[in-house]
């Protein structure tokens, strides 16, 4: 399940239904894909899309896609840190960005054209719609790998276009998930 924070408002979001409407209340859909079925986190990419092959298909026919594909990242990608760097920075596409994460997790930062900024850490399971022209920016967590199903209109149209404002610096990217699982260091 994601987690939701407003932070200028101090508010975290834990509950399904709560972040559903909060997050379509600011133009982002966010759904639950039963993650029970079985597939490995690492099973090849082509068994991945078919595992997900109606969800996908409902989200084509819903959304105009047109292609579906894994994408891989983790501390071994080469130049990680600059395409990291491509998407830390306050952006929107000519295209909605689709994704349905499989394993690891990451923190989607959305300024509403109106409201305050949302926090939204993202699990395997959860899949998120940032339409076009939506401001938003991304990081990964401390482990620092995602793997997601990613859907595209046009896949040329998803270059980040940067709004250069500077906003994404006024706010962490923390992630909250793995700090509930308490360390060994924090419990003594
Ligand atoms: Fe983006």
């Not at 997050?23 to 078919?50: F, H, K, Q, T």
């Not at 994460?101 to 054209?113: A, N, T």
């Not at 940067?162 to 998930?177: A, H, I, K, M, R």
Request: aromatic share 10%.
């Amino acid at each position: 399940m994601a987690i939701v924070t407003i932070p200028d408002e101090n508010r975290t979001l834990e509950d399904r239904e709560a972040i559903t409407s909060y997050l379509a209340g600011i133009g982002i859909d966010y759904e639950r894909w039963d993650s029970s079925r079985p597939i490995a986190p690492n099973a090849p990419a082509d068994e991945v899309l078919a595992a997900y092959s109606s969800e996908i298909q409902a989200l084509k026919t819903q959304g105009g896609y047109v292609t579906a594909d894994v994408i891989d990242v983790n501390s071994q990608t080469p130049g990680l840190e600059a395409m990291l760097a491509k998407f830390n920075r306050e952006h929107w596409h000519d295209e909605d960005e689709v994704r349905f994460i499989i394993h690891g997790r990451g923190v989607f930062h959305i300024r509403p054209r109106q409201g305050a900024v949302v926090a939204i850490e993202v699990e395997a399971g959860d899949l998120i719609r940032v339409p076009r022209g939506t401001w938003h920016w991304f990081n990964l967590c401390e482990t620092r790998e995602i793997r997601a199903i990613r859907l595209f209109q046009e896949p040329a149209g998803w270059a980040p276009n940067y709004t250069e404002t500077g906003v994404d610096s006024n706010y962490q990217p923390l992630c909250f998930g793995a700090s509930y699982l308490p360390s060994e260091g924090s419990m003594s």
